[in-house]
């Protein structure tokens, strides 16, 4: 589904109140997804044991002063060679069909995109993104990859007969604060500047609307940005994690996250009864910017 156009969003300015949705912004492995996603696809496909493997990675990253993201995907590949493994755009797609989830996902997101109709009386709209330093050709072959408009992760280059060849797009702690910008200004194609001003007034997706949903430390400049722009963030935890929910702890104490919860989707859960609070106060915001933009227009006059 294409973004919003930046020409439609300048023109709609002067005649129509436009900021009316709202994006919830997920990272994946730990928020939706209890382990990270390469345990569950590519690295039992190579046979190897996750625990070594992530050590073998840290360990190089540290001693070469190298990225562990790209330290990761090298790794992959080189492993993937070594064992005569040509592993394709869609095997990777295929491999995420042994993912778990926390409980509740995936209705999750058919029940929020109700909710906050049915609690704006279809005056806000709800849109879901995924943000992950994962791999984006293992979370296009998710179960619940139809509810996002947009998935931003790190990605391959695929050589001519269609293998994985090196890295070609790098999602880092950082870099993910790029895509709240593309989210925010309507730019969600990688191949677009975000770079030049553009007016508050006329971006689609303020960052009062942008609720920002993570698990640890690597989330951090995602929920600094979105906190000090004036969005909403959320933390969650495995609760069979004691790490976990420390880590979450200190980012609810540093005000990094605005709530804690254990990463539990069900209905009637604390994570979903906190996460409706949060859209109550986005929707009850945006019918008063709403109220204010209309009124400003009643005394330009016709």
């Known amino acids: 589904m294409p973004g919003p156009a930046f020409s439609h969003a300048t023109a709609a300015v002067t005649t129509r109140f436009f900021q009316n949705t709202i ?18 696809t590519v690295l039992p496909r190579l046979g190897v ?6 050590a073998r990675v840290d360990e190089e990253a540290r001693r070469t002063e190298s990225d562990t993201m790209l330290v990761y995907m090298r790794h992959i590949l080189e492993s993937l060679e070594r064992q005569h493994i040509a592993v394709k755009r869609g095997d990777f797609a295929r491999m995420a069909r ?45 179960s619940i990859r139809r509810h996002f408009r947009r998935i931003y992760a790190s990605e391959y280059h695929f050589n001519h007969h269609g293998v994985a060849t090196f890295p070609k797009l790098l999602v880092t702690d950082t870099l993910k604060t790029q895509f709240l910008f593309r989210i925010n200004k309507g730019k969600e194609a990688v191949t677009e500047s975000i770079n030049e001003h553009m007016p508050e007034s006329q971006r689609p997706i303020p960052f009062q609307n942008i609720v920002y949903v993570g698990d640890g430390m690597t989330d951090v400049p995602s929920m600094a940005l979105t906190k000090r722009s ?34 539990d989707y069900r209905r009637g859960s604390r994570l979903s009864r906190r996460i409706a609070i949060v859209l109550d106060a986005v929707i009850a915001d945006i019918a ?15």
């Open 23 to 40: 994006a919830l912004v997920y990272d994946f492995d730990g928020t939706l997804s209890p382990q990270p996603m390469q345990e569950y």
């Open 49 to 54: 044991a996750p625990r070594e493997f992530w």
């Open 98 to 142: 042994a993912i778990r989830y926390f409980p509740g996902v995936e209705g999750w997101f058919a029940r929020m995109n109700d909710y906050v109709r049915r609690r704006s009386g279809g005056r806000a709209r709800l849109h879901h993104y995924l943000i992950s330093a994962g791999q984006k050709e293992i979370l296009d072959g998710v």
């Open 230 to 263: 004036g969005g909403h963030t959320v933390a969650v935890y495995d609760p069979a994690q004691e790490k976990g929910r420390a880590t979450c702890r200190k980012l609810l104490e540093a005000g990094r996250a605005d709530f804690i919860a254990e990463a």
């Open 288 to 302: 008063l910017r709403r109220e204010a933009f209309d009124c400003r227009a009643e005394q330009r006059g016709p």
